[in-house]
């Protein structure tokens, strides 16, 4: 089956530990992105990538980083430096054709202990 | 500023009615929009992509409509369902995707 995974589903984190999400794509699709999801606010980008090894900042960058060494894989890292990281991470992926349209996963709970 | 509103009350109806979401934007001007519907716990599904030259566009029992003039998208669920209960975002396209807060609607028997 096509699709994108993301794992793990729920992920927890402790003060001042940087903790990777992952997100993997067999649509064979250019671009991925990263959203974040907060109650009562809607999906904000934090990285997106429309090319391997290339990759732009979104909306709230700030404390994440990104790799896209491979086209089917592109991992989020939250860093120390994201002082609020509890949220619900979504990975999206589209085509070049129809880039319109975003495939989402089925996302990552990460939590603060 | 930039704005893209859906009401975050949620929308409550019987079995069977039609459903209506909104979906209003300010200093926007959007070559398409979309709608997607998102389970809990889960990632947004897509349903339905309309272009600003289109006015409506239909899929089965869904139905959405595109006013430029009104910065304004309706979402239409006919012969709703209790399956149909789920929350629904619009975004429209703005260099990249800006999505809503989303709109929870929940059909009873």
């Known amino acids: 089956d096509g699709g994108i995974t993301q794992s793990p589903k729920y992920l927890f984190r402790k003060e001042g530990q940087n903790v990777t999400l992952s997100c993997e794509q067999n649509?064979?699709?250019?671009?991925m992105y990263w959203y974040r999801q907060d109650p009562g606010q809607g999906l904000r980008l934090i990285y997106y990538?429309?090319?391997?090894?290339?990759?732009q900042k979104g909306d709230i960058a700030e404390g994440y980083s990104v790799s896209r060494e491979k086209k089917e894989s592109f991992p989020l890292t939250v860093t120390s430096a994201q002082k609020n990281p509890t949220a619900f991470y979504l990975c999206?992926?589209?085509?070049?054709?129809?880039?319109?349209?975003?495939?989402f996963g089925p996302g990552t709970r990460l939590l603060v202990l | 500023s930039q704005k893209i509103e859906q009401n975050s009350e949620a929308l409550n109806i019987q079995e069977g009615k039609t459903a209506t979401l909104t979906c209003n934007y300010t200093n926007y001007s959007p070559a398409y929009l979309q709608w997607y519907r998102q389970d809990p716990g889960r990632g947004p599904v897509f349903l339905l992509l309309i272009r600003e030259n289109e006015k409506e566009k239909r899929k089965e029992r869904l139905k959405v409509t595109f006013d430029t003039t009104l910065k304004q998208s309706l979402f239409h669920i006919t012969a709703s369902q209790p399956a149909d209960s789920a929350t629904y975002l619009c975004a429209l396209e703005a260099d990249k995707l800006i999505f809503g807060t989303g709109t929870r609607l929940q059909v009873f028997p």
């Open positions: 649509l064979n699709h250019d671009a």
């Open positions: 990538s429309q090319i391997v090894n290339d990759f």
């Open positions: 999206a992926s589209s085509s070049t054709g129809e880039r319109e349209t975003q495939y």
